[in-house]
């Protein structure tokens, strides 16, 4: 595979640094994003086994080595009739470790192993972590994942079943974020969902498959639960590059979807003014107060003449409970995407793709 130049480049400030470069930030503080430019050729494609490797051209690694990889990916995108209208589904919690974030993880361990590291540390309240944990035991990596003291239980038991040391942090979560940032040395990968630019291009391959499922075609609109956006940001990745090669001609229009009692982006992309604290949610996935990518998810969002749109925890439980009558479990987060057809009540013939994020065995209360 000829040699690619691509970079790492500071959002805030525009300095550039040389892709291998193991900084997880910039000199300013602002997060790095990738210049790179994907290729993809349905020709080679179409000789290719499924998964999201089959993708890699479009993936940033220039590999000496192979994916760290269980050959994940290609979940299924089914047509499902949701109070009276049709909208597809694509089975994102169909991952070894129940949910789309192994897409991130899968790429953020490939590139820790390609650069030497012997210790990957994440900070997450839930599958972030699960996703990391995994593949790093995988990897045969070390690894430490930080939680918020009010971390959900069934998944921090999941983190270490996978053999990840679990540090517990009294506090939030941006307490759990700031004790694993500061742990990072030279030698440790930071595999967070939140900063590493090569989380988005694993999570981007999401597009390239729903692309592939609807027969070359984009969808009308895509409803993503959305906290610090790595789904959503990913889409948006995802649909660019397929544009960019002349594969799409439009980018579908990108929903955000976040419970009402923590919709920071929301009011936001609304320029509303919140006071005071947010509430609890059981849409825990989705619950973050103060997302570093704020200004990208909004510009994202904009661009392809989408909307951020807020939902009850009862509609987050009517459609938990409506996708399991249909023989889906899913978590509460992933709930969400669903409960938003109703908020956003897309034209009926628009071909409208909602992303089932998480599975509910992770959330089933005694
Ligand atoms: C992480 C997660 C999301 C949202 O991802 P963000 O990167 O926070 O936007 C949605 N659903 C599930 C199940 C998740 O685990
Ligand atoms: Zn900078």
Redesign the pocket.
């Known amino acids: 595979m000829p040699e690619r130049q691509s970079s790492l480049a500071c959002q805030a400030c525009g300095a550039r640094f040389e892709v291998h470069d193991d900084r997880w930030c910039c000199d300013c503080g602002g997060y790095l994003d990738l210049e790179f430019e994907a290729r993809i050729d349905p020709a080679v494609l179409a000789g290719r086994p499924w998964g999201m490797w089959r993708y890699r051209e479009a993936i940033p690694i220039d590999f000496g080595q192979e994916p760290v990889s269980f050959g994940e990916g290609a979940t299924p995108l089914v047509p499902m009739n949701w109070e009276g209208r049709l909208v597809y589904v694509k089975l994102e919690m169909l991952f070894p470790t129940g ?1 789309f ?1 192994d897409r991130g993880a899968s790429v953020a361990m490939t590139r820790a192993v390609g650069m030497g590291v012997r210790r990957v540390v994440e900070d997450s309240s ?3 972590g699960c996703a990391a944990s995994a593949y790093a035991a995988l990897a045969g990596l070390d690894c430490e994942i930080f939680v918020p003291g009010d971390a959900s239980a069934a998944k921090v038991s999941q983190v270490a079943a996978y053999g990840a040391r679990v540090v517990r942090v009294e506090g939030t979560r941006e307490d759990a974020a700031r004790a694993a940032r500061a742990s990072v040395t030279s030698g440790t990968y930071y595999a967070s ?1 939140v900063w590493d630019p090569f989380f988005l291009h694993g999570t981007k391959t999401m597009a390239f498959e729903i692309w592939e499922q609807l027969g070359g075609l984009v969808p009308d609109m895509l409803l993503v ?8 940001l990913g889409a948006y990745l995802g649909f660019s590059d397929l544009r960019r090669q002349g594969l799409a001609r439009r980018l579908p229009r990108l929903v955000g979807v976040q419970a009402a009692e923590c919709a920071p982006l929301v009011r936001r992309f609304r320029d509303e003014p919140h006071r005071g604290a947010w509430g609890p949610t059981r849409a825990d ?2 619950a ?1 107060a103060d997302p570093l990518r704020w200004k990208q998810i909004l510009a994202s969002v904009w661009d392809t003449g989408g909307d951020i749109v807020e939902v009850t925890e009862q509609q987050i439980d009517r459609a938990q409970e409506a996708a399991a009558r249909r023989g889906l479990l899913i ?1 509460p ?2 709930a969400a995407g669903l409960a938003a057809i109703e908020v956003v009540s897309p034209p009926g013939d628009a071909c409208v793709v909602v992303p089932l ?2 599975h509910g065995l992770k959330s089933l209360r005694e």
Not at 225 to 232: H, I, M, W
């Open positions: 949910s974030k839930g599958n972030a969902h639960p959305t906290g610090n956006g790595s789904l959503l996935g989705i973050v978590e987060t992933s994020t998480g």
